[in-house]
Every structure is written in structure tokens, then in C-alpha cells.
């Protein structure tokens, strides 16, 4: 099976009046379709940098990403990119919410529109469809967040930390949701974080970064040896704490 992403011998530097600041130096690693790989490192070593690059909103200057073997051109629609805050507009109902990433590109077709009353209804906000989102809990403004990216049906899907802004105990449902809702959709998926935990808990494979400027330190596949594995599920098994071990020094030895 071929990779459905490759990031190869990727750099980049940010320029201004004061100088150069090297942000990442030298990634490369592949991405396996229906694989979520989970990126964690040092605070402002360059993960959002990283996904900013996949998602065509930064250009590399050394290196190549490609896509099914085909360079990555910038805004690709093949991509959808879920970021910290939900960026719901409040004068929009939660359906003209779920619907804004079909209506800037001028998609909203029938077939497209059944698509979204199918996800609000398996993703239980149907009965919230009129509703602003001020009326909903963080943990449903996330999931209203995930349909409107969907609805656009990307072939990957770009997660920089979308747990981030929630109490620890919301974190976990809402992340224990969205991975379902992935491995349902069979959707791949990079998820940049900093919480090891949830790395481990929602990867197939975890890459570590270094401090900036950020390089592969390691790359750990994660198998918890469960028959029914969910995020939440996945935080009792044996081999969690070796794992969260693991990751844990590496990040400690390059930090």
C-alpha cells in the first residue's frame, strides 16, 4: 500500500529586519491511508508551522510534500484543517455553520446538503440545528466545528490541538467522540498536541519533535493489543503507561 502523504526533507525559516529563524530542519515521514499519527514537541518548535505547510498555507523551502505521489498545491481542497477555537459565528445558526465551508465554494448541492442532515443526525446535534452557537457546550461547538469539516468530505484531516480550549473532563469526551467519529468516517488524520496522553490514546503512530529548529527525534507506533480500541479506552491499557513513558523522555531529552 502506498503512502497517502510524504513529507520529504522539509525546511523552513521564518525572515524578518532582525534576521533568520530556523522553524523546522530536515522532516520527512509518511502518512498511511485511514492512519492517524499524532505530532507532540517542545512548545514552539514548529508543529503548527508543520501542518500550516501540509495544508498549503506556508511553502517549504527545501524538501517536497506530496499527496498520492502528486505535489500538494497551495488551498488544496483534498485537506480539511480543524484549528484550536471553533471559529463559530454566533449570527449564523449552527446549520448555516455546518454549511459555511460548502457555501464559500459554492457545493451546496443536494446530494452535499443530505450528507450534513446524515452527520448532525449520527452525530447527535440534529435537534440543535437552529440553535446559535452560544446555546451549545464546548464539547458540541467542537463536534459542529468537525461536521462543517467533513461536510466538505476531505481526503485528510488536519487537527492543531481542537481539544485545547476545553476543561480536562470535556477534553476527554470530546476526544474520545472525534476519534470515533474518524475511525467511523475512516478519515486519516494528523492531530498536533501537547498532551502525550491523548497522543498515545488516539494514534496509530506518534512522532516526536525536537526543539526548534524542530527534526524527527523519533517515530513510536502504538499498539495497546485492544479488540475494540476508542481514545478512552485506550488510556487503561497495559502498555499505556510504557508508552507515556517512552515519550515522555525523549521529549525531555530534546526539550
Known amino acids: 500500500m502506498n503512502p497517502l502523504l510524504e513529507v520529504k526533507d522539509v525546511s523552513l525559516s521564518y525572515h524578518s529586519l532582525s534576521g533568520e529563524t530556523a522553524a523546522l530542519s530536515h522532516i520527512s515521514f509518511d502518512l498511511m491511508p485511514q492512519e492517524f499519527l499524532a505530532i507532540v514537541g517542545p512548545s514552539g518548535c514548529g508543529k503548527s508551522t508543520l501542518l500550516n505547510l501540509i ?7 527545501q524538501g517536497t510534500i506530496l499527496m498520492d505521489g502528486k505535489p500538494l498545491t497551495g488551498g488544496s481542497s483534498r485537506i480539511g484543517y480543524m484549528l484550536q477555537k471553533d471559529h463559530l459565528l454566533e449570527w449564523r445558526s449552527v446549520y448555516r455553520n455546518v454549511l459555511l465551508g460548502l457555501e464559500i465554494r459554492g457545493e451546496l448541492t443536494k446530494e452535499k446538503l ?20 452560544s446555546q451549545l457546550s464546548g464539547g458540541m461547538r467542537q463536534r459542529a466545528a468537525l461536521i462543517r469539516t467533513l ?8 487537527l492543531d490541538e481542537p481539544f485545547s480550549a476545553l476543561d480536562y473532563q470535556t477534553r476527554l469526551n470530546v476526544s474520545d467522540d472525534i476519534g470515533k467519529i ?10 498536533v498536541t501537547h ?11 506518534v512522532l516526536i519533535l525536537s526543539r526548534r529548529p524542530a527534526s524527527v527525534v523519533k517515530i513510536v507506533p502504538i499498539d495497546l493489543d485492544m479488540e475494540e480500541r476508542t481514545p478512552l479506552a485506550s488510556r487503561n491499557a497495559p502498555a499505556f503507561k510504557s508508552y507515556f513513558t517512552l515519550i515522555w523522555k525523549e521529549l525531555n531529552q530534546n526539550a
Open 195 to 205: 498532551d502525550i496522553s491523548e497522543a498515545i490514546s488516539m494514534a496509530d503512530r
Open 182 to 191: 474518524l475511525k467511523k468516517q475512516k478519515k486519516p488524520a494528523i492531530l
Open 114 to 133: 443530505s450528507y450534513v442532515d446524515e452527520l448532525l443526525k449520527l452525530y447527535e446535534l440534529d435537534k440543535f440545528r437552529n440553535s446559535r452557537p
Open 151 to 158: 461536510a466538505l468530505k476531505p481526503d485528510l484531516l488536519l
Open 55 to 61: 495544508c498549503g498555507l506556508l511553502r517549504a523551502e
